[in-house]
């Protein structure tokens, strides 16, 4: 099944109006799952939420949000605020989040499953230049000789903050498992040749903010869904699926999932991961091709024998002018899955 | 003239204060301004794009470098002016309408300045409305294009189609890039090239306006 609540909410006589209203993106995501025949609830990919819900907390409007960058240090008191465990409200798009989970999880042949950003990824969006920091701190600069890396270690503290009150209120509402996206955790911003020379910013940038949440989850008996579509290295995928243990892990097109399975024990299951951001052209990835790389991917997972959904690498998004064709790449994707 | 090695390695190692000391150096030690953009700093950055080529720098060193040849740059271009020297290349760069994503436009836009061209940054969101009026205001050779949506790619070919009708498609290269974009698509909404990564897009400005100069 493709993550596919984008496409079926794009049915609706009103998207926006729905995607705002718990009741209405609750019925969204049902008929969701219910198009692919999964009993896997997976909402929207909206992971604009939780940078609203935290920017909201020092007074940033969720219309400002989107585009506000610290660049420089933040003030003490402004980041007790970004962190603090104090209740405040969310925002539209949160709320009607977590009252649509509530309503699948009314609903006893579904499964309901939160979504969040991961730490790590709400940090670089709240940088105009994450990768540049980043750097800086993978060679060793610390945030007394950066200003820089001093700003992404706010923001990584404040963002972790806001993730975990983001998936305390998704239990809260009935989630059972929440898929966390960390898309930043990739190539772009760490970069393989500073960890090979022994740079820990994999470990202090990624891991251990994930550890935190997933004991989090652990302890209120949630799953974690992992889902890093970004350019992996083989570390970073062993870690994924090693250290955090999720039930399913979800990677982008650029890795190959049977081999993989090499790198995952057998109880996380592999999700994924057809190149979906390329359905919309049929030029660049026509219907043969869809079909011919499910095939491949099937056999080659089934010749492995590791656990596996066959999905998109990402979420699927509603695009105008190319819904017919994205919506065909995706049936012809899932009719070579074999019957349940 | 040789080559200025501190300068050399400050950016090829991505050390945009060692870079910046290197410069001042030199310049005290009477090195022509001109002499180490063509010595030191564009070697050093064609080094830089070939250790990336070779996967054996990635992402992050290639903007670190970029980052330590603008130190450079900066210190440099007001002398290159006041000699009555210029930069080569003006670029207009954005992402363009109803995408917020800027990380990788900003890549693009610091590899370019760092390759020595003069970049206006447009920012996220930009409305086809404010290509064509920088393209008229700024007169630039290029116009680069970043979409990191499927869903807001289609305001690529809105904006060369407001290029065209508004006359001034012909004086510019129109790039395009972006995580969903392909070779295809560019050709499709007619725009001059394609890259896949920020490295890329530098060549990719070289040999167009090459071409376009033979």
Not at chain 1, 16 to 43: F, K, M, Y
Request: aromatic share 4%; net charge negative; proline share 6%.
């Amino acid at each position: 099944m493709p993550v596919g609540a984008d496409l079926i909410l794009h049915e609706e006589p009103d998207p926006e109006v729905s995607r705002n209203s718990g009741a209405a993106l609750g019925r969204v995501i049902e008929r969701t799952a219910r198009r692919w025949n999964s009993p896997l609830a997976i909402p929207l990919m909206d992971l604009r939420l939780e940078k609203i819900d935290l920017l909201a907390r020092i007074g940033i409007s969720a219309r400002d949000a989107e585009k506000h960058h610290f660049t420089t240090p933040i003030d003490e008191s402004e980041l007790t605020a970004l962190c603090s465990e104090l209740p405040a409200p969310f925002c539209t798009g949160s709320t009607a989040r977590d009252e649509a989970l509530t309503y699948i999880a009314s609903i006893p042949d579904l499964f309901p499953i939160g979504m969040a950003i991961g730490p790590f990824s709400l940090a670089t969006r709240l940088m105009a230049d994450p990768i540049a920091a980043t750097a800086q701190a993978g060679k060793g600069i610390g945030p007394d000789d950066s200003a820089d890396v001093a700003v992404l270690s706010q923001c990584l503290r404040a963002a972790e903050s806001a993730v975990l009150r983001s998936l305390r209120s998704q239990i809260a509402h009935g989630a059972r498992a929440i898929m966390i996206c960390e898309p930043a955790a990739c190539t772009a911003f760490l970069s393989p040749r500073q960890l090979r020379t022994g740079s820990d910013i994999f470990e202090r940038f990624v891991m251990q903010p994930h550890l935190r949440l997933k004991a989090a989850l652990d302890a209120a008996r949630c799953d974690l869904i992992f889902h890093d579509c970004g350019e992996l290295i083989d570390p970073m995928v062993e870690a994924f699926a090693h250290r955090l243990h999720p039930v399913i892990l979800s990677l982008g097109s650029s890795r190959k999932l049977w081999l993989d399975a090499r790198l995952v024990p057998p109880d996380v299951v592999l999700y994924g991961n057809l190149p979906t951001k390329s359905f919309y052209s049929d030029s660049a990835m026509p219907v043969e091709e869809v079909v011919r790389r499910t095939v491949e991917l099937l056999a080659n997972m089934k010749a492995c024998a590791h656990p596996h959904i066959l999905g998109s690498e990402c979420d699927v998004l509603n695009v105008p002018n190319a819904r017919t064709t994205i919506l065909n790449k995706i049936d012809a994707m899932m009719s070579c899955a074999p019957a349940a | 003239m040789a080559q200025w090695t501190d300068l050399y390695d400050a950016i090829l190692n991505g050390d945009a204060k060692k870079a910046h000391a290197s410069t001042q150096a030199a310049l005290a030690a009477g090195v022509a301004p001109m002499e180490l953009i063509q010595h030191s700093m564009v070697p050093a950055m064609d080094e830089v794009g070939r250790l990336f080529e070779a996967e054996e720098y990635f992402v992050p060193e290639l903007l670190l470098s970029a980052r330590a040849m603008k130190s450079s740059l900066d210190l440099l271009k007001p002398l290159l002016s006041a000699s009555g020297q210029k930069m080569s290349t003006r670029v207009v760069i954005g992402t363009v309408k109803g995408d917020l994503h800027d990380i990788g436009k900003n890549i693009v836009a610091s590899m370019l300045e760092g390759g020595g061209f003069e970049v206006i940054d447009l920012g996220t969101d930009v409305s086809p409305e404010s290509f064509v009026a920088a393209v008229k205001d700024r007169s630039p050779q290029v116009v680069c294009m970043s979409a990191l949506l499927t869903v807001t790619m289609p305001s690529m070919k809105t904006t060369i189609d407001a290029l065209n009708a508004a006359g001034v498609r012909a004086q510019v290269k129109v790039l395009v890039g972006g995580a969903p974009v392909t070779m295809q698509y560019a050709k499709e909404i007619g725009a001059d090239g394609y890259s896949e990564n920020a490295n890329g897009a530098v060549g990719l400005v070289k040999n167009l306006l090459a071409g376009a100069a033979a």
